[in-house]
């Protein structure tokens, strides 16, 4: 499949197969690639990717009871249980050579690198490019992919968080990957009436 026709494939998947799961060695690549791969300015990547393997099943369950804080009948974020989870969250970033010449010969301010500022970077942009960088890579192996945001943000949140203390900084997204549990059935598309707006509500050309 070429490109297009990857990401068309893409499903939220609900259920992974806890059996047949990937191979650690192949995501390990997967994730080696993306990093490799996907772009940052200025290459200081202000995030870090929390990997949860197959053995972090108490990891998970944590994950998936903090989902369903709003709503605790929700049972739509098991893909918390997949074989990985990744779980994005803000990162203080260390300057490169090039950085450091503009700061210390031209003044410039790069708050991801300062420690008093760097908590500013909220927005998770450039985990979204990651996230999507390795949903390609994935779905080129195969290998299914879920996003999730139904957690305890910050600030306000962090309290929650406690249980997995390797979480010591904003998360912003978490992202799963595995096979989906039946494959003769059709990859979750999203709730009767979750349509997208049509492509002249997003899209302005000017």
């Given at each position: 499949?070429n490109i297009e026709?990857?990401l068309?494939?893409?499903?939220?998947?609900?259920?992974?197969?806890d059996?047949?799961?990937?191979?650690?060695?192949?995501?390990?690549n997967?994730?080696?690639?993306?990093?490799?791969l996907?772009?940052s300015?200025?290459n200081?990547?202000?995030?870090?990717?929390?990997?949860?393997?197959?053995?972090?099943?108490?990891?998970?369950?944590?994950?998936?009871?903090?989902?369903?804080?709003?709503?605790?009948?929700?049972?739509?974020?098991?893909?918390?249980?997949?074989?990985y989870?990744?779980?994005?969250?803000?990162?203080?970033a260390?300057?490169?050579?090039?950085?450091?010449?503009?700061?210390?010969?031209?003044?410039?301010?790069?708050?991801?690198?300062?420690?008093?500022?760097?908590?500013?970077?909220v927005?998770?942009?450039?985990?979204?490019?990651?996230?999507?960088?390795?949903?390609?890579?994935?779905?080129?192996?195969?290998?299914?992919?879920?996003?999730m945001?139904c957690?305890?943000?910050?600030?306000?949140?962090?309290?929650?968080?406690?249980?997995?203390p390797?979480?010591?900084?904003?998360?912003?997204?978490?992202?799963?990957?595995?096979?989906?549990?039946?494959?003769q059935?059709?990859?979750?598309?999203?709730?009767v009436?979750?349509?997208?707006?049509?492509?002249?509500e997003?899209?302005?050309?000017?």
């Amino acid at each position: 499949m070429n490109i297009e026709q990857l990401l068309d494939s893409r499903r939220q998947v609900r259920v992974f197969d806890d059996i047949n799961i990937p191979d650690k060695l192949l995501i390990r690549n997967l994730l080696n690639t993306t990093h490799r791969l996907v772009p940052s300015k200025q290459n200081l990547l202000p995030y870090k990717v929390h990997v949860l393997g197959p053995e972090c099943k108490k990891e998970k369950l944590i994950l998936y009871n903090l989902s369903k804080l709003n709503d605790t009948k929700d049972v739509h974020n098991t893909c918390s249980l997949a074989p990985y989870v990744l779980i994005f969250t803000n990162r203080l970033a260390k300057t490169n050579p090039a950085v450091q010449r503009r700061i210390d010969k031209q003044g410039h301010d790069y708050f991801m690198c300062d420690p008093k500022e760097y908590k500013k970077n909220v927005d998770g942009i450039e985990v979204g490019m990651f996230a999507s960088t390795l949903t390609a890579l994935c779905l080129e192996k195969e290998i299914d992919v879920s996003f999730m945001k139904c957690f305890p943000h910050w600030p306000g949140g962090q309290h929650y968080w406690k249980e997995l203390p390797f979480v010591d900084e904003t998360p912003f997204l978490t992202m799963s990957l595995g096979y989906r549990k039946n494959k003769q059935q059709p990859r979750h598309q999203g709730l009767v009436g979750e349509d997208k707006p049509e492509v002249n509500e997003v899209i302005n050309w000017i």
